[in-house]
């Protein structure tokens, strides 16, 4: 993709700005796709057989090519704004940045988002198969697949997020403006939405699981205190709005 085809894209009004910063990735289940500028990148770039393919070299050289051309925008809009890119990775810098981000991996939240997804793993190890629970759902009209689907896709997400939260809150300490919506909340939100879901995908397995009704119990049980934890360290979480999401004015 040119340069002059990214700057188009980015420029067109049809996109949300920042809109992917604070979603859950599921594009497949995205309903603003039509207002994501990476949804339609990637669709632009990526819709033919070939590229489709993950392991496809074609895949990696247009990725690349991305990469450059959107690196060389950033260069450009860095000496518009006055900023010298080269000169912010420092030793000093790149020191501070390390011990930020160990501190933000060795706390409790991050501790314990990183045994949920555990938690989950040896959940879905030992279960194997919800063949008869499956069955006696879709007898109510109720698909347990998706909820397994649900699960396994926070699985990780809600670490990696509450992980970027605690991240920007570290770093929001030292370097605090009210002025602006913080990225931890908008981080936090996303985490606690991917709890939510997840604890609502869960109380749907405990409902047909009767066999393995402790497990499933302990894990909301687990789950549900993370959450509580999150929304006390981020008590402005809830009421942050996600572009896109909670509300947008295309016009404004
Ligand atoms: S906003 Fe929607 S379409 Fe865009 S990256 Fe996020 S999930 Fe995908």
């Known amino acids: 993709m040119k340069k002059d085809r990214l700057k188009k894209l980015a420029g ?10 604070y979603c859950d990735r599921w594009c497949e289940r ?11 990148l990637s669709e632009e770039e990526f819709s033919d057989p070939e590229t489709q393919d993950i392991q496809n070299e074609a895949f990696w050289k247009k990725l690349s090519g991305i990469f450059g051309e959107t690196l060389e925008l950033l ?15 420092s030793t000093d810098d790149i020191e501070k940045m390390k011990a ?3 501190a933000a991996e060795n ?3 991050c501790r314990a988002a990183k045994k949920y997804a555990e938690m989950v793993k040896d959940w879905v190890d030992e279960k194997e198969t919800l063949f008869f629970e499956t069955a006696a759902a879709a007898r109510d009209g109720v698909d347990l697949d998706e909820a397994v689907e649900v699960i396994r896709w926070y699985q990780y997400f ?12 570290i770093d929001e300490e030292e370097e605090r403006d009210d002025e602006f919506p913080s990225d931890s909340d908008g981080s936090a939100k996303i985490a606690l939405i991917a709890m ?28 549900d205190g993370l959450r509580q934890a999150v929304e006390k360290t981020f008590p402005r979480a809830r009421s942050f709005v996600r572009p896109g999401f909670e509300s947008f004015d295309l016009n404004g």
């Not at 067109?12 to 910063?21: A, E, S, T, V």
């Not at 995205?30 to 500028?37: I, K, N, R």
């Not at 509450?162 to 920007?168: D, K, L, Q, S």
Request: proline content about 2%; charged content about 25%.
């Open 196 to 223: 939510d879901r997840s604890i609502a995908a869960w109380a749907m397995i405990r409902h047909y699981d009767t066999y393995g009704a402790e497990a499933v119990v302990d894990i909301i049980a687990f789950l």
């Open 12 to 21: 067109d009004k049809r996109f949300i700005p920042g809109i992917y910063n």
């Open 107 to 109: 706390h409790l939240l």
């Open 75 to 89: 260069k450009e809009a860095a000496k518009e704004w006055g900023v010298d890119l080269d000169t912010l990775d």
């Open 158 to 169: 809600i670490c990696a997020k509450i992980t970027r939260a605690v991240r920007g809150k």
């Open 100 to 102: 930020k981000g160990e």
């Open 30 to 40: 995205c309903p603003q796709t039509s207002h994501c500028l990476n949804f339609s």
